[in-house]
Nanobody
Framework: QVQLIESGGGLVQAGGSLRLSCVAS????????MGWFRQAPGKERDFVAS????????NYADSMKGRCTISRDNAKNTVYLQMNSLKPEDTAVYYC???????????????WGQGTQVTVSS
C-alpha cells in the first residue's frame, strides 16, 4: 500500500502561481511513477502531468504545457506540481497518483490521494 497526501492548494488570483506537494508513505516511493490529475465539478478527472520513477521522463497535458512543471524528490518521498499563469478554468480538485507507468490515463495508477482544492479567481 502507498498512502498519498496532497497539500498546497488554495485560492489564487488569475495569473498567479501555486506549488502542490504530494508526500508518499508506505512502499518505496522511487519504485512508482507519479501523476497529477484534476477534476472540476461535474467533469471527469483529467490528466495534468506525470513523471517517471527516476524523474527523467515527464509528460504534460496540452492545456498545461508551458504553465506547469512536475518534479520529484525521491529522498523526501515527494512529488511536486508547480503551476504558473493560472486561469479560472484551472479550478479543480487536484489529485496525485502512484503507478507503475507514467501514463496519462487514470486507470494506469493504483494509488490515489484525497485531493487538494485549487481555486483561481478572475
Amino acid at each position: 500500500q502507498v498512502q498519498l497526501i496532497e497539500s498546497g492548494g488554495g485560492l489564487v488570483q488569475a495569473g498567479g502561481s501555486l506549488r502542490l506537494s504530494c508526500v508518499a508513505s508506505g512502499r518505496t516511493f522511487g519504485n512508482y511513477a507519479m501523476g497529477w490529475f484534476r477534476q472540476a465539478p461535474g467533469k471527469e478527472r483529467d490528466f495534468v502531468a506525470s513523471i517517471s520513477q527516476s524523474g527523467r521522463g515527464t509528460n504534460y497535458a496540452d492545456s498545461m504545457k508551458g504553465r506547469c512543471t512536475i518534479s520529484r524528490d525521491n529522498a523526501k518521498n515527494t512529488v511536486y506540481l508547480q503551476m504558473n499563469s493560472l486561469k479560472p478554468e484551472d479550478t479543480a480538485v487536484y489529485y496525485c497518483a502512484a503507478g507503475s507507468v507514467a501514463g496519462a490515463a487514470s486507470r494506469q495508477y493504483d494509488y490515489w490521494g484525497q485531493g487538494t482544492q485549487v481555486t483561481v479567481s478572475s
